[in-house]
């Protein structure tokens, strides 16, 4: 490797030309490295190469193809993070970060890259806190669906345009009716209710379709089955203060989040991770440029934000990145690729550290040539060339200097971590998580009343009213029926006596009329 160091240096000596001068430089002794207190140690090129504490809330990047050595490098830096009173947060996508809470063991890579680099590694434990949406491997982590809101609610189920618009007007309503959405089933509810009334609620809201509503309904249950369930509800996680605790030493926790299985719903990680920083940025008050950061945020596998990301996200992510910074929080993307990060948000990411890529296909040449132009050139050095031929554990890496400006790229081996590199037990793990600051807070789930127990209410007693009313209505015929009987008594009555009326004073002439007649003829026989 020291032989590798020269080449990369000269630039055009290999290790067939020199190798007298090659031997000797390893042979030769090492002067132990002098890490400044300000900064955070990465490795060694031709110098110690560290990122600024006052300048690592400005964003960082690391690259660099699957086994080449992101893991290690992670865990390096969250070690350094924390040895300077830093609280992280990071993913453990592969399962081998939870050994970050381990002490390390001397092992032979990690004894010959520090002798080549004049390293002392101090092996220790770091304080953890484990974290899991599932609950398995971790504590609980929980939020409400109003807290996630429904730009990100739209981004986690793929909703089109109209689906997204009927979901913003079910979030609006909720609002208006104050009616807390806290789980699925009190979205599931609301939508139920939206599509009852969707006739009177399309004149003051606009258009609620009753197909985007089944639409989203389908979308909820996919999202129930991939464990989103277990995302939604309470007690939220408290981001403000759980995230950011510091030991009885000083020294920042480091939160791990299980995400192997979490992994099997990318869209539910990378919804949930953005949804963490949107959290901190609302939270956090603005403080400028602090001595050090308040948080720093590995974000790993960061192609799954992007991916297909619309519009809307990531001018959101874009917002987040660009002034999360000035309240203290930095922000690592880990990815195997720079092109996975859009330029947008790539350009606001000042620390920089590129593994090796490989580089077969004319794409992928590309590839490396657009990350080679993302550094500082160094003109002792062939960045686009040694993207290719690095090894495991080496880097190219560029931080911001004291100006803020990026250091020319250089050469770098990465320092081997403190920890245990490998994950830690199950047995371990609940050992840890039991004795943790926040054990037994999240473990019980809270059902308190919200959207879902109101609109039962609601409906049930709408279902009593038409009811009632149906009750009235059969009532009032029954009424009507009896009453429409005597009018028709009451009508043959008063036909009886009209004919009366007309009859009897007729009858009556015709009688007094005979009177006449029989008298006047009784006077002329006489």
Sequence with gaps: MARRTKASKKNAATEDEKPVEAAETEDAPVEPIEIPDDCVFIGKSTKPESILLKLANRHGLITGATGTGKTVTLQGLAESFSDAGVPVFCADVKGDLSGVAAMGKEKGWIKERAAMIGYDVKFSAHPVIFWDLFGEQGHP??????????????????????????????FRIADDEKLPLLDLKDLQSLLEDLAARAGELTTRYGNVGKRSIGAIQRQLLVLEQQGGDHFFGEPALNVGKDLMRTDDEGRGYIGVLAADKLMQSPRLYATFLLFLLSELFEELPEIGDPEKPKLVFFFDEAHLLFRDAPKALLEKVEQVVRLIRSKGVGVYFVTQNPRDVPDTVSRQLGNRVQHALRAFTPAEQKAVKSAAE?????????????????????????????????????????????????????????????????????????????????????????????????????????TKKSSGGSRGDGFWTALGKSVVRAVVPMATRVLEDAIRRNALGGQRRR
């Design 141 to 170: 982590v929980r939020t409400t669906v109003s807290e996630l809101g429904p730009l990100m609610l739209s981004r986690l189920m793929d909703l089109s345009d109209a689906q997204e618009g009927v979901l913003n007007i079910a």
């Design 374 to 478: 993302t550094f500082r050139p160094n003109p002792d050095l062939d960045t686009e060339q040694m993207i290719m031929s690095m090894g495991i554990g080496e880097a190219l890496v560029s931080t911001l200097d004291e100006k803020g400006q990026p250091s020319m790229v250089q050469h770098t081996f990465v320092k081997p971590p403190s920890s245990q590199v490998g994950p830690i037990t199950k047995e371990e793990r609940k050992a840890l998580m039991e004795k943790d600051p926040v054990a037994g807070k999240y473990e019980e789930s809270v059902d308190r009343e919200s959207a879902h127990e109101i609109l039962q209410k609601r409906t049930e007693e709408r279902a009593k009213a038409a009811a009632e009313a149906e009750a009235a209505e059969e009532k009032s015929k029954t």
